[in-house]
């Protein structure tokens, strides 16, 4: 599976960006997804993640609320992020796992990453 992440960009405090995924491989439906940022001098966190058929999800307690994950198991997953804060700023990685997992040990492929500024 090889991911590929786009949708990042600049916004105002408050404002809306939606981040998306898309995976390349005949087995895509078949893995769990996630997002997951990191901040300069921060580790990678955990945002959202959901199940091979888009009806599981969870998200960091911190994040409920405002982060949406979707999937149309065409090959693309959503990250719909919504009242960005300026501690939103990070860059945004996808993950593709077995299982839907909070940690970043779970996924065994990644993008490249997508960079969200939020300015205040």
């Known amino acids: 599976v090889q991911l590929q992440a786009c949708g990042g960009g600049l916004v105002q405090a408050g404002g809306s960006l939606r981040l998306s995924c898309a995976a390349s491989?005949?087995?895509?439906?078949?893995?769990?997804m996630g997002w997951f940022r990191q901040a300069p001098g921060k580790e990678r966190e955990f945002v959202a993640a959901v199940n091979w058929s888009g009806r599981g999800t969870s998200y960091a307690d911190s994040l409920k609320g405002r982060f949406t994950i979707s999937r149309d198991n065409a090959r693309t997953v959503y990250l719909q992020m919504n009242s960005l804060k300026p501690e939103d700023t990070a860059v945004y990685y996808c993950?593709?796992?077995?299982?839907?997992?909070?940690?970043?040990?779970?996924?065994?492929?990644w993008g490249q990453g997508t960079q969200v500024t939020v300015s205040s």
């Open positions: 993950a593709a796992g077995p299982v839907s997992s909070r940690t970043y040990l779970g996924y065994d492929y």
């Open positions: 491989g005949r087995t895509f439906s078949n893995y769990a």
